[in-house]
């Protein structure tokens, strides 16, 4: 039977730590969180993050804007954000309505704020090696491997996904740990064969069930990345659990894997933000 990789206890250890850091020591991180329109996914994934904060003695504020807000009123905000010494961290909730330019916005967040780590400075800073603020879910991934000894020098990792925010920084970390690295999207060819050479295999394609047991090595470790609906509207990965668990040596479940990690990274983000600063 596979070790389950428990992302919800190991987010709370790290949330544990963060708050014993935090406490008494008179430090106060602050983030700021942008939430554009009223999208019910993304007023519960903001919510989330403020009671996360709270919960780790962080001061956080909502900024809310209409849906219609204009790209010119929501850049004003990020600058003035960008200038308060009580906010360490700023982020916009992603998806923006169309009619605004994601990265624009990102673009005009002090990178010294930037917890999410979308802005090119800290894309680049990860690319040269050198980064100090890591996009939250590949750093959440790598901090889970860390805390179940899962050696990743010399191993063959396979992370199918291409994105800027999960696909290409977790391959870029992986490659850091000394992994060799493949990296897999829609215009592979024979995915199959290159998912079943992988001893690690990362999943972030956003498609329920995605990877089949007929695409995994026996005894790889296995991290679904994937927050997706299945026919029934209950929340799935990208893996087969239930045909991969039983030939792999470790696995994520879903939920309770990679999610609750991505967050913890963000309060260990707006934590290093404030230090750096
Ligand atoms: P994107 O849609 O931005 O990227 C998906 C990637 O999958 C693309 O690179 C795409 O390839 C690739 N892909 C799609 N179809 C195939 C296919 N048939 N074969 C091979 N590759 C394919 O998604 P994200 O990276 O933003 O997110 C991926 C998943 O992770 C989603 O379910 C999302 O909800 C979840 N997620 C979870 C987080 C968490 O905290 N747990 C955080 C962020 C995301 P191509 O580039 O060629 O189009």
Redesign the pocket.
């Known amino acids: 039977m596979a070790i389950l990789l428990d992302g919800k206890a190991t987010a709370a250890a790290l949330r544990q730590e963060i708050a014993e850091e935090v406490k008494g020591s008179g430090m106060t991180p602050g983030l700021a969180v942008i939430l554009v329109g009223d999208d019910p996914a993304s007023r519960i994934y903001v919510n989330n993050k403020k009671k996360a904060c709270a919960a780790v003695g962080f001061y956080s504020e909502e900024i809310t804007l209409p849906a219609d807000v204009s790209q010119e009123t929501l850049i004003d905000t990020v600058k003035a954000l960008n200038k308060r010494e009580d906010i360490d961290g700023i982020l916009c909730q992603l998806p923006l309505p169309s009619h605004l330019s994601d990265r624009a916005v990102i673009a005009a967040i002090d990178p010294k704020k930037d917890v999410d780590a979308f802005h090119a400075v800290n894309a680049g800073n990860l690319l040269r090696g050198t980064p100090s603020i890591l996009p939250?879910?590949p750093a959440?991934i790598m901090e889970l491997l860390f805390r179940y000894h899962i050696d990743i020098d010399g191993k063959r990792c396979v992370v199918?996904?291409?994105?800027?925010?999960?696909?290409k920084p977790m391959a870029l970390l992986l490659l850091q740990k000394n992994g060799t690295v493949t990296v897999?999207?829609?215009?592979?060819r024979d995915?199959a064969a290159i998912t079943r050479t992988a001893d690690i295999l990362v999943a972030?394609?956003?498609?329920p069930h995605?990877i089949t047991a007929d695409m995994v090595k026996a005894g790889a470790v296995v991290i679904d990345?994937?927050?997706?609906r299945d026919e029934n509207g209950k929340l799935c990965?990208?893996v087969d659990f239930a045909a991969v668990e039983p030939q792999v040596s470790a696995i994520t479940p879903?939920p309770g894997?990679?999610?609750p990690?991505?967050?913890a990274m963000l309060l260990k983000n707006t934590l290093t933000a404030y230090k750096n600063r």
């Open positions: 939250c879910t959440g199918v996904g291409r994105s800027n925010i999960v696909g897999c999207h829609s215009h592979t995915l972030a394609v956003g498609v995605f990345v994937g927050m997706n990965g990208d879903v894997g990679v999610g990690m991505t967050i």
